[in-house]
T-cell receptor
Framework: GNSVTQMEGPVTLSEEAFLTINCTYTATGYPSLFWYVQYPGEGLQLLLK?????DKGSNKGFEATYRKETTSFHLEKGSVQVSDSAVYFC???????????FGSGTRLLVRP | SQTIHQWPATLVQPVGSPLSLECTVE??????LYWYRQAAGRGLQLLFYSVGIGQISSEVPQNLSASRPQDRQFILSSKKLLLSDSGFYLC??????????????FGEGSRLTVL
């Protein structure tokens, strides 16, 4: 079945460091891929998405490229800020049922 | 614009007591509706989803139930809470057809503590 695997956290970085959070997936067909962010005590917000192979999603300095050949959708940011501290979830759509399958989440902590 | 609200935001309940969490969506029609649970330090678990009034699909056998009495209302219930029901519950909606790509829009969450 469809699944998403994320790197385990927490990931601790200093401000202005480069960020990579790995995400790989297993899916039949051609899923859409998403990154969601959850700030402390809040619900999830969509950060970026990509709907087909080689698409690059980007938002707020974050980027992720849909790589079908490696079944990956790694999240990157060139220079993180303290305000980026949150839990990041990778997810894929499950075809016509519109269910999202989430990874386990990766906590990011950015220190000043 | 579309909005989603769920309440209560925080709830502390004794073991064996009933539960009712409510979620409403405004500004859209015929949405898919979802209940997810996030246990402490863990990922998101899909509990229920609904594609229409009165239609509920359960993903995980458990002590909880869901109902959809109106198009944009989704309710999560339990007759007798267990300690293991503690967690952060998230309601979400998505577009049913058309240009949808599976994107979900989440509510603010309801934190349930069972003592």
């Amino acid at each position: 079945g469809n699944s998403v695997t994320q790197m385990e956290g927490p990931v601790t970085l200093s401000e202005e460091a480069f960020l990579t959070i790995n995400c790989t997936y297993t899916a039949t067909g051609y899923p859409s891929l998403f990154w969601y962010v959850q700030y402390p005590g809040e619900g999830l917000q969509l950060l970026l998405k990509a709907t087909k192979a080689d698409d690059k999603g980007s938002n707020k300095g974050f980027e992720a490229t849909y790589r079908k050949e490696t079944t990956s959708f790694h999240l990157e940011k060139g220079s993180v800020q303290v305000s980026d501290s949150a839990v990041y979830f990778c997810a894929l759509s499950s075809g016509s049922s519109y269910k999202l399958i989430f990874g386990s989440g990766t906590r990011l902590l950015v220190r000043p | 614009s579309q909005t989603i609200h769920q309440w209560p935001a925080t709830l502390v309940q004794p073991v064996g007591s009933p539960l009712s969490l409510e979620c409403t969506v405004e500004g859209t029609s015929n949405p898919n509706l979802y209940w997810y649970r996030q246990a402490a330090g863990r990922g998101l678990q899909l509990l229920f989803y609904s594609v229409g009034i009165g239609q509920i699909s359960s993903e995980v056998p458990q002590n909880l139930s869901a109902s959809r009495p109106q198009d944009r209302q989704f309710i999560l219930s339990s007759k007798k809470l267990l300690l293991s029901d503690s967690g952060f519950y998230l309601c979400a909606w998505s577009v049913l057809w058309g240009e949808a790509t599976g994107e979900l829009f989440f509510g603010e969450g309801s934190r349930l503590t069972v003592l």
